[in-house]
């Protein structure tokens, strides 16, 4: 979906700048069992992947809750704000001790354990090369270059803007009229593209169109972004 649609309607867009989680990077598979049992063996627990994929269970099931969602406001405002906020959600899931907390924070905030969308790399390639400045303005609470590094998209990307690296998240104008500032693009010819209608569709109160991605998503599938090479010169 693309809103408003008629800011470009004559022209199209002459840089865009995308989400993360769940825009480009897949976050339904960052817990992995395997991969927390090993973290936890790192931190001095002793946890099989039937364990692991219990623990993992129990704390998405109270992060994800109504109480959690509620906990995690502002949590992305400082690096030390997020480990404090989800280090609370995760003990409290279990209640786990703080080795095995620690251990389970250390996988979701691993950069090697985001995986991007089939589509994410020859998107982010193909606008390289058409000249198109690009960038990423996410609502996160850790450095998430390293992702786009490890799959060698990060020389592709103008610019990375983190709201804990500004004390400013989604929905705040502020942080999106920040993104266009780096990008050396007025916001009117900037589109900005997500999948969360009310943090990331409130990038038109900054003057940038949205396109939203379908909030559906298929395990493995392309994320549709290829819809984007549509929307740009």
Request: aromatic fraction near 6%; hydrophobic fraction near 45%; glycine fraction near 8%.
């Amino acid at each position: 979906m693309l809103a408003p649609v008629d800011q470009l309607a004559d022209a199209r867009a002459e840089a865009v700048l995308f989400d993360f989680s769940g825009t480009l990077f897949d976050d339904t598979g960052v817990l992995d069992p395997a991969a927390l049992a090993a973290a936890a063996a790192r931190h001095g627990v002793r946890l099989d992947e039937t364990g692991a994929a219990e623990v993992i269970r129990r704390t998405l099931r109270h992060v994800d809750s109504p109480e959690g969602f509620a906990a995690r406001e502002g949590c992305d405002l400082s690096p030390q704000a997020h480990r404090r906020v989800w280090t609370t959600l995760i003990a409290d899931a279990g209640p786990f001790e703080a080795p095995l907390v620690e251990a389970l924070y250390a996988c979701l905030t691993d950069p090697h354990a985001w995986l991007p969308y089939p589509d994410t790399v020859p998107v982010l390639r193909a606008l390289r090369e058409a000249g198109v400045r690009t960038g990423v303005l996410s609502n996160i609470g850790w450095d998430i270059r390293p992702a786009f590094a490890r799959v060698e998209v990060l020389d592709a990307l103008h610019t990375v803007v983190l709201s804990c690296e500004h004390g400013l998240a989604k929905p705040d104008p502020a942080l999106f009229a920040l993104a266009c500032e780096r990008l050396g693009t007025p916001p009117g010819r900037v589109l900005y593209v997500g999948d969360d209608p009310a943090k990331d569709g409130a990038a038109v109160r900054a003057g940038l169109p949205v396109y939203l991605l379908p909030s559906e998503r298929s395990a493995g599938a392309a994320r549709g972004l290829a819809a984007v090479l549509r929307l740009v010169r």
